[in-house]
């Protein structure tokens, strides 16, 4: 099978989807597929990339992590009819989004989308950013779901949450694989010694990008008073972010920030060890749609204190691989770090980690996401247009802007419906203050 793959962060971005799509190429590949990636253009990408194809892109958008691409319609016919594809799978849903959803219906392929992100959590990273643009965020995936064959969620969470908004109907579950195997092995004396951690003390850990969309103001004040109660205790975080230093502040406040240890960005070997040299994972963000790096955790055998939320209640079961907490309480949370200390009750929970880590084994999960290509293709029969030449390739890329241009429309209209029932006057007929309505499907 061929699989043309978009997606608006990859290689050398370090994070969730830009991990999860990397993982999966290389499993289908590993598997017999041939794979070819549509990505940004980025500062210290690889030089030689034969399954990737680079477009241009803003780099930094808005000072964060992201960039900006900027596809430009009809710059990549020639790479992907060379490369012929069967189905169409697309990691976002508006930029290179949009390229997946016009090359899928320029070429008659099946599209596939995996909502990995709960975008409306990631508005700040938007100049204006408002309740409205929260609204706008979550209305631009729910009508990207329909110009797709099939929607990937990465939990039963968002699943249901994509349900609930009357997205396309049509949803799998697939979560984002992990290498269990490599992250069962590592050794983490080495970053121990390198941070002057002792070979026996209680280390907390936390990785992933430290940015305000995680939760991290909370978390930081949690792990600070299980430190200020367990005084030989260390807190371990692996990732950069702006809020590196608020962590750094609170933690010098409470008296802690000696055994506070920051690693930066890591990769490969390095970020294992460094998950092997804690003694259990904390996590506390909200916005997750699966939470690769709790299975990450789980797989180098690390019990989990975690907040419930969506993406994470599908990992961590209270009490068997961890503790879940209800919401976000400081003194609970700390407490539950605190108990973990104690080697009888945090081991018999990391042997379980380690069984529930097996069911997000990367290999399982490229075989469901084949099962979704296949039965994508299925539907739509063995026709597609990629043979085709001459005026009718031209109607078909016509079809597909027009296409394109009815999505936009759409989602105006429900974005100009959303916006009147957020504003019109309670003297309204039909007003209800606590309307929560979601948008509709049509």
């Known amino acids: 099978m061929n699989v043309l793959m978009f997606t608006n962060t990859y290689l050398p971005i370090v994070g969730g989807v830009s991990e999860s799509v990397q993982r999966l190429k290389c499993q289908l590949q590993a598997a017999g597929h041939r794979v070819l990636v549509v990505a940004p253009r980025l500062e210290g990408q690889p030089r030689e990339e034969g399954d990737v194809v680079r477009v ?23 790479a992907i009819e060379a490369f012929d594809p069967d189905v169409v799978h697309a990691h976002h849903p508006f930029l290179l989004g949009d390229t997946a959803a016009r090359a899928a219906e320029t070429y008659g392929l099946p599209l596939i989308f995996t909502h990995h992100t709960l975008y409306e959590h990631y508005t700040h990273y938007v100049p204006g950013d408002s309740p409205r643009m929260q609204r706008f965020a979550v209305a631009l995936a729910n009508q990207y779901t329909w110009l797709c064959d099939e929607v990937i969620a990465p939990s039963e969470s968002i699943r249901d949450l994509l349900l609930r908004r009357e997205a396309n109907p049509r949803i799998s579950v697939v979560p984002s694989g992990v290498d269990t195997a490599r992250f069962a092995l590592g050794d983490g004396r080495d ?75 890591l990769q490969g070997q390095a970020l294992i060890d460094a998950y092997h040299a804690m003694d259990v994972f904390a996590f506390a963000s909200h916005s997750e749609t699966q939470g690769m790096v709790v299975a990450e955790a789980m797989a180098a055998a690390l019990p989990v204190v975690a907040i419930d939320a969506p993406g994470v209640r599908e990992v961590v079961v209270d009490g068997r691989n961890g503790r879940l907490l209800a919401e976000d309480d400081v003194d609970a949370m700390a407490e539950a770090l605190v108990s973990l200390a104690d080697p009888d009750i945090r081991l018999p929970l990391a042997e379980d980690a380690l069984e529930t880590a097996a069911d997000y084994d990367e290999v399982r999960c490229a075989e469901r996401c084949l099962a979704v290509y296949r039965r994508a293709i299925a539907r739509g029969g063995p026709f597609t247009h990629a043979d085709e030449g001459g005026w009718e390739r031209v109607r078909y890329r016509l079809g597909a802007e027009w296409q394109m241009l009815c999505y936009r429309g759409r989602l105006l209209r429900h974005l100009v419906q959303e916006e009147w029932e957020q504003e019109r006057p309670t003297w309204w007929p039909g007003h209800r203050e606590d309307d929560e309505s979601e948008l509709p499907r049509e």
Request: avoid cysteine; aromatic fraction near 8%; proline fraction near 4%.
């Open 56 to 78: 241009v892109a803003v780099q930094h958008f808005n000072g964060s992590d992201f960039s900006l691409p900027v596809p430009i319609p009809g710059q990549l016919h020639e």
């Open 191 to 265: 970053w121990r010694a390198r941070l002057d951690i002792p070979g026996g003390a209680f280390v907390i850990g936390h990785l992933g990008r430290l940015a305000l969309e995680k939760n991290l103001a909370f978390l930081a004040e949690a792990v600070a008073e299980a430190l200020a109660r367990e005084t030989g205790a260390h807190f371990l975080v692996v990732g950069e972010g702006e809020a590196r230093s608020d962590i750094q502040a609170l933690a010098k406040a409470r008296g802690v920030e000696g055994r506070l240890h920051f690693t930066g960005r």
